[in-house]
């Protein structure tokens, strides 16, 4: 209880000291930013033909569990999960605006933490944070983060223009960050049972690295413009490749074949679901938190695909049949 | 119980199908919306020099209270709120992004009333609804919706233009929708002890109406712009006009002297406050929620700003003062 007599309250900086304080550690890295934080509204200047727009929001005991995950991890996550959506449009993340509910159970060290694991991610991706506010929550932390993007119009990347023939390709590899996800889960379960009990993740680094802290494939954007490579379509993975697989294919209205041996699975993922006898390619299809990206090229893109370092070619689009 | 039978549950129709059937409802309105739901952003297209973006969180039991909040008034309330920022920066709102937490309490009837609400506001205001996500909470129902507006750079207005002299203008009146909250939560304590009594809310309409469903001030924006107005410093009343007041003489770096027998209140608010024995003036400048516009304009616009219906000039900015 002594580390309680240490911590500030909320109550004593008040709602708009303590935004303004949080508000200092984000830099501004776009000429796009007009204005940010202090407003009513950020101020955007576009300097592409269009922007994006899209939201995410993240509850607690639904989406993380505070008993495990860390704070800073999680304030990275939600801005990487945020702007891998702008990502899966062919976009340039650019700005993001944060809303944290926060009950009375959580000190300013909390919201402190969660929002420096925030200006980690928003650093990383050149993010400008244009929006943060505060509210009261009943019990538990919810986060809704907001994120704006840019895009020329020729770059522009939608769901719906997979054709016949064309490759399926895939960025990094599947099922490891829900197989993190199983195993924190389970030394949550050996920990209530033995609250002296040390969890043993040695060798788990990367299947709990993509749990807890994921990176937006930012670099696969890059690489494809680097290569001339203009997708036809293009997804976001994050409810699952199997989902995602099948958004696209509706988008298009095509159908598709997939080679099960050509989805990729981490090594540490495989041995570790093997462990608990759990099948690899079902956790890699459904597990879903992966936030790699899932798109389409025509086949004469072949050669140029094979020099993107990361990227899997694990089926081609075909007709769509009936009753699919 | 027999109602249980007819409510359709969410998990039948599945997440992607009950967001495209929600969806269905929302009409287009701007052409700078270039395409909306169904990818993983929405895109825009800019008209006008500067976008503007917000973003707001709403959960239950803090924001709103499902034993007396109506789903649809509360949909509407939700994007009334949100585009009230954009307006605070003298901007039009065009569109919005929805995402809503639901657990399995809630049926689907439940986010189709709530999204109806939404679709209301969103078509007197002429706002397109651009992206739409579903989510699953642990028990209540939580709301985040972000705005994205559009200014021009001559007609930007902001919180710290205000100068010495200047008059404070505001539109409406204040504390009406807190005393409705009031009412509506003694209403619900009688009837946690009586479950047979009735609500008397005769005669109480217009605080009801402006705790349960507020309207935005577009109206206000427009008729500023027609006189040829355009306010010093502004802001949107959302957390009460004292906090407000505040939160522009600070960002100006000003003070202000404020007539007490000048704030609007309503004549229904006045009474019903009166009634019980609550001092109208603190109800009037801490209740919040009032979403009325707060600026300030030189005093060679005062002939003008007597043509704008619903506003109140109800004190000038002063130098700031030592201590303040």
Known sequence: MAENDKREEILELGKFGLIAKLSEKFQIHHASTLSGIGCDAAVLKSSKNNSLLSSKIFLENVHFDLTYFPLKHLGYKTIAVAISDILGMNGTPTQVVVNIAVSNRFSIETVNELTTGMQLCCNRYKIDLIGLDLTTSQSGLTIAVSVSGEVESEDLVKRNGAKENELICVSGDFGAAYTGLILLE?????????????????????????QLKPEPRLDIIEALKKENIKPSAMINVSDGLASALINLCKASHMGCDIFENKIPIDAVTFQTLKEMKIVATTIALNGGEDYELLFTIPQSDYEKIKKVENISIIGYIKEAVAGY
Chains 1, 2 share one sequence.
């Open 186 to 210: 389970r030394e949550k379960k050996v920990f209530e049972v033995d609250p002296n009990s040390q969890p043993d993740f040695d060798g788990y680094d990367y299947v709990l690295e993509r």
